[in-house]
């Protein structure tokens, strides 16, 4: 049986209605500025431009296996800021320390987290996985 990426595309694109954009910081820290009154390394104004804008998705980073806790014992979960964004595969290649905000949605009935919206995401982990027809990175929440 062989591989329907158009079919895999048509799937896949049901679940990037995220309106993401990818910001990037050219020359990292290295451009930073101290701020001796506050001890914080403050970047130059503007300092990132913009390398991305497109339809993705950004959700929380999915659990390997459900399994019900042996009877008795304490399951402690910690929280977690870290996410998943997912990229069509024609995106550019992410880089640690990128941003990732999500401007907005384009999902019938409202985005699939409201409290999404506007928030920003740093790439923490660049490979996490690329599939033939999206990319995935793992984010975390920065603000």
Known sequence: MAFDVDGARRVVGRILD??????????????????????????????????????????????PAITQPVSGSVVVEPPTTDYQAVLPVDA??????DMIRVAGSIRPGGPRDPQLVGRWFRVSDEAVGTYSVVRIVRVQVTD
């Open 18 to 63: 995220d309106k993401l954009e990818v910001w990037r910081d050219g020359a990292g820290r290295t451009d930073d500025v101290l701020d001796e009154t506050t001890g914080k390394l403050v970047p130059p104004a503007p300092d990132e431009e913009l390398v991305w804008d497109g339809l993705g998705a950004v959700m929380p980073l999915g659990r």
């Open 92 to 97: 550019p290649v992410l880089r640690r320390d």
